[in-house]
């Protein structure tokens, strides 16, 4: 669950940064991991649902235009996937 706690140091929110590709564009985002696993365990049916709820929470810790919503989303959404298929 995704927790309000503030990091003690710029070392400890580096390490919570994730890096993958956005439209082919290596792109760092703070909390994806927390913010996947509070997603899941929210048990949500349908893929527009998830994709609403992930986006409205990653939004929180990273800023995304409203231009790269879309693209930004996709590619949550498919890191998810493969952390899936990976258990």
Do not use: F
């Given at each position: 669950m995704v927790t309000?706690?503030?990091?003690?140091?710029?070392?400890?929110?580096?390490?919570?940064?994730r890096r993958r590709p956005v439209n082919g564009i290596l792109t760092?985002?703070?909390?994806?991991?927390?913010i996947i696993a509070d997603v899941k365990e929210m048990n949500l049916s349908y893929e527009?649902?998830?994709?609403?709820?992930?986006?409205?929470?990653?939004?929180?810790?990273?800023y995304i235009s409203k231009s790269a919503e879309e693209m930004y989303i996709?590619?949550?959404?498919?890191?998810?996937?493969?952390?899936?298929?990976k258990r």
């Open positions: 309000n706690d503030i990091p003690c140091c710029q070392a400890d929110v580096m390490r919570g940064v760092g985002s703070i909390m994806l991991d927390e527009k649902q998830i994709r609403e709820m992930l986006l409205k929470k990653v939004k929180v810790y990273n996709k590619a949550i959404m498919e890191t998810n996937q493969k952390r899936q298929q």
